[in-house]
Nanobody, 121 residues
């Protein structure tokens, strides 16, 4: 069974920083792209950052220049460094991974359970 576990969320003042981590574990053969999404109350889940297996990243304009995603392939872990946080960044942050599981025949997308990030003004 594959698990993705996020950590690092919390309460921070506007202008502050947080670093989220997401570790994938279990019967994993290979991980392709990984991503961070967020969902605020009453809003749709939206992409925050994405990173390919080669380390290429992309970000929406709303976080570009403030958020940085990185990955440690040896640890099956991704990170999201969030700087200059704003109240509108408040949301539950989820990571996902496109991965091939042991005895799997194709890549599937798995999600973590989410971690709350709250930015106070």
């Amino acid at each position: 069974q594959v698990q993705l576990v996020e950590s690092g969320g919390g309460l921070v003042q506007a202008g502050g920083s947080l670093r989220l981590s997401c570790a994938a574990s279990g019967s994993i053969v290979n991980i392709n792209a990984m991503g961070w999404y967020r969902q605020a109350p009453g809003k749709q889940r939206e992409l925050v950052a994405r990173i390919t297996s080669a380390g290429t990243t992309n970000y929406p304009d709303s976080v570009k220049g403030r958020f940085t995603m990185s990955r440690d392939n040896a640890k099956n872990t991704v990170y999201l460094q969030m700087n200059s946080l704003k109240p509108e960044d408040t949301a539950v942050y989820y990571c996902n991974a496109d991965l091939l599981e042991y005895k799997g025949i194709s890549y599937v997308r798995r999600w973590g359970q989410g971690t709350q990030v709250t930015v106070s003004s």
